[in-house]
């Protein structure tokens, strides 16, 4: 488990536990869960929480690692919270191979830099494309529909909307 | 031999026709599509060249892997930014006279999918002959725009205008 | 070193040199190419035929299906969820359904549970059967496409029957299902479930001892146990190495504890492996059926809650209190509780995985597919190496990855 110093908070959300840590401790927890068994790293990803009013959130991105210890079944969520232009993380790629194409993802979808990741580049999106595009402030984009309230409101960031 | 008995003999095993007529109907019966599978109706494309449907009896389950030698790009599924440029460079190495059918409600309209990531509409880098709504459309609509599609280059001739 | 850009890719030349002395080649496989199950790029090194290094370029089927989902309301994002693997649609739903349901605390009916299984698990059977017809299919086994597509039709009938659509059903929504099973599809799943451990013997009578299907599988494409934990690898490509891990099992979810059924594996660990595994799990989802439908509850199908599903069409020309919740339902759609919750579902390719952030509004404010493919393809690379170059078809073939999945 965690060390406790490394723990911001902690809860349950909807049966799941989560923990968050400091963003520059991300690192450390991780590998400490690593080592107690949680070898798989489900998912890796990032929420933006641009006017986001359900809660006080500490900062703009929160970056989400689902890790699962195969042998008893049991899960766990680490969370990190990051702001700055553009915001930087440390990578986890040499811990969890499959967060390599994960962070790539991140990277391109939100434009969080992984520090020392080996080929931070754009994976979904053309090496040229300007901007990422599951930012709360980039517009859904497609084309506009005459007549169509719904459809001119996806047109805006989803704030503005 | 008198005229009459000519042309009794001969009118057996000679018809009379336009090239025009000839061409098409020996260009519409054997139309061969380019393998170009995209997204989900790629999976539909699959079935309708599978016993049950059979797109042979329109003398088409020639796919080709190579667009040097298909004369039919059916678009098959959602076409990304990412993917346009090559399916653009796929159409332009495919030889003359060449059709275009959009398969599905991506490929005409972007479909579901009204966002940054999808070109709206693949006839805004080719040119498309037939459009197949659904999504994904059933085997027999693809076949019916294949017939569409027959009749057309019957219609068309020597020259099919493009 | 030279560095080029072809078609929105950087490509690097190292110049290095190969075995025989020659110069590495570094050849381009696809996107648009006949035997990479749909548009996969590779960039390969070759030295001769050996395959050197390999790097993997996807993205040409990116869908932005992520921020669609955000920009539609919690009910539409349903019709959403079934394009992105879109080889195993109602799988995909359910996944969506359990992690919307498990935010706002509810329970579906037993009946409903059956249903989402039984639609589960004929869509596990689609999607290897599509698996295993265009596999075949690349390595020469042609006559496979037909077979197999003669039992997917089958199925696609069934999922017509009952929700009126072959494969994009939307069936399964949170809160229940879509509408209760209709007598004819209980039949037709019944004669189903009778005639198809047959088939599956004729496909293993076409395959399993065809000396050509062997040599170009066994030995192929290893990955160890430890490489394919380390990886990340779920679904038949874990269990083709031996692993016993099945999300059905040791995460249960929609009463999968009920049913009897044996976890498929095989410690071949190669190509061959992965087809054993996939055959076997179609004989144990005809098990799952059979049951299934043997003891399938009477009941609703639907929670009874007016807040997040319509009420019944009756009830709409009798009360008002139905017409306004009809209403409200359909112009803003309900709300979800703020909270964040994944659920994981095993696809016909793995570990297929919804994470739901609700802030509390009427629409998500972010949804996250886990998908399978996407974490089992970083492991091609791992599997190639040293192969021959006509041997990654195999390899990318059992690797059975769909590339709407992988890139959303
Ligand atoms: S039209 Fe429908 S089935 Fe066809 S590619 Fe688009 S989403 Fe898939």
Same mark, same amino acid.
């Given at each position: 488990m965690i060390s406790e110093p490394l723990i911001v908070e902690q809860g349950v959300s909807a049966g799941d536990h989560w923990v968050t840590v400091g963003s520059g401790s991300i690192r450390d927890a991780l590998a400490e869960l690593k080592k107690d068994g949680?070898?798989? $790293? #489900?998912f890796l990803t990032c929420v933006d929480h641009l006017a986001d009013s359900s809660r006080q959130w500490p900062a703009r991105y929160e970056l989400v690692y689902e890790l699962r210890n195969l042998e008893k079944p049991e899960q766990i969520r680490v969370r990190a919270f990051i702001d700055g232009d553009p915001p930087h993380i440390d990578s986890v790629h040499d811990l969890f191979p499959p967060a390599n194409w994960e962070e790539r993802e991140t990277y391109d979808m939100f434009g969080i830099i992984f520090n020392d990741h080996p080929d931070l580049s754009r994976i979904l999106?053309?090496?040229?494309? #300007?901007?990422?595009? $599951?930012?709360?402030?980039y517009p859904v984009g497609g084309e506009v529909v005459e007549f169509s309230e719904e459809h001119e409101t996806w047109q805006t960031p989803p704030e503005k909307a | 031999m008198g005229v009459e008995a000519l042309a009794e003999s001969l009118g057996r095993n000679i018809l009379t026709t336009t090239l025009g007529k000839v061409v098409g109907w020996g260009r519409g019966n054997s139309v061969w599509p380019a393998q170009f599978g995209l997204a989900c109706c790629a999976i539909e494309m699959i079935a309708t060249a599978?016993?049950?449907? /059979?797109?042979?009896r329109f003398g088409?389950?020639?796919? !080709?892997?190579?667009? !040097?030698?298909? /004369? +039919?790009?059916?678009?098959?599924g959602r076409v990304s930014q990412k993917m346009a440029p090559i399916l653009r460079t796929i159409y332009d190495q495919m030889p003359e006279p060449k059709w275009v059918i959009s398969m599905g409600a991506c490929a005409s309209t972007g479909g579901i999918f009204n966002?940054?990531? +999808? +070109?709206?509409?693949v006839d805004k880098i080719v040119p498309v002959d037939v459009y197949i709504p659904g999504c994904p459309p059933r085997p027999e609509d693809l076949l019916n725009a294949l017939m569409i599609l027959q009749e057309r280059i019957k219609a068309q001739g020597i020259l099919p205008q493009q | 070193m030279t560095d080029t850009i072809t078609q929105g890719v950087t490509v690097t030349k190292t110049g290095e040199k190969g075995a025989f002395g020659g110069e590495l080649l570094t050849v381009n496989f696809g996107p648009?190419? %006949?035997?990479?199950?749909?548009v996969l790029r590779l960039i390969v090194d070759l030295d001769g035929e050996q395959v050197r290094s390999l790097k993997p370029v996807i993205g040409?089927?990116?869908?932005g299906i992520e921020k669609q989902m955000e920009a539609l309301r919690w009910q539409q994002g349903v019709t959403v969820t079934d394009r992105h693997d879109y080889l195993s649609p109602p799988i995909n739903n359910l996944a969506y359904a359990l992690a919307v349901e498990k935010l706002m605390g509810v329970v579906v009916p037993p009946r409903a549970d059956a249903l989402r299984v039984i639609m589960s698990e004929l869509t596990r059977l689609s999607s290897h059967l599509v698996w295993m017809g265009t596999s075949g299919l690349e390595l020469g086994a042609m006559s496979m496409l037909m077979y197999c597509f003669r039992e997917r039709d089958t199925i696609l009938d069934m999922n017509e029957e009952i929700? &009126?659509?072959?494969?994009?059903?939307?069936?399964?929504?949170?809160? &229940?299902?879509?509408a209760d099973a209709t007598p004819r599809f209980l039949e037709m799943l019944d004669r189903f479930i009778h005639d198809m451990p047959g088939h599956v013997d004729e496909y293993e009578n076409l395959l399993t001892n065809n000396p050509i299907w062997r040599s170009r599988t066994i030995g192929i494409g290893r990955l160890s146990a430890e490489d394919a934990k380390v990886l990340g690898a779920t679904g038949p490509m874990l269990r083709g190495s031996g692993?016993?891990?099945?999300l059905r099992r =040791?995460? %249960?979810? =929609? &009463?999968?504890?009920n049913y009897d059924f044996e976890i498929a594996t095989s410690d071949m660990c190669d190509c061959y492996g992965r087809y054993l595994v996939r055959i076997k799990e179609m004989r144990e989802a005809v098990k799952i059926l059979r049951q299934a439908l043997d003891r399938l509850p009477d009941g609703p199908?639907?929670?009874?809650d007016r807040k997040m599903l319509p009420p019944p069409r009756e009830e709409l020309e009798t009360s008002m209190e139905a017409v306004i919740h009809h209403f409200k339902l359909f112009t803003e759609g309900y709300s979800v509780p703020p909270g964040d919750v994944y659920v994981a579902v095993e696809s016909g390719r793995g570990e297929n995985g919804c994470y739901v952030v609700s802030?509390?509004?009427?629409?998500?404010r972010r949804v996250k597919f886990r998908s399978a493919s996407f974490v089992n393809l970083q492991a091609l690379e791992q599997m190639s190496l040293n192969h021959m170059i006509a041997d990654m078809v195999a390899i990318i073939g059992t690797a059975d990855t769909v590339l709407g999945d992988c890139d959303r």
């Open positions: 949680f070898t798989l $790293l #489900v999106m053309p090496d040229d494309w #300007v901007g990422h595009p $599951l930012r709360r402030d | 599978t016993a049950g449907v /059979d797109i042979g088409s389950e020639a796919f !080709r892997a190579s667009p !040097r030698q298909s /004369d +039919l790009m059916i678009v098959s966002n940054y990531a +999808l +070109l709206q509409g | 648009h190419h %006949p035997s990479t199950h749909g040409y089927l990116h869908t929700s &009126g659509f072959r494969m994009h059903t939307s069936y399964i929504r949170p809160g &229940g299902v879509m692993v016993a891990w099945d =040791s995460i %249960p979810y =929609s &009463g999968y504890e199908v639907n929670v009874d802030d509390g509004t009427h629409k998500p």
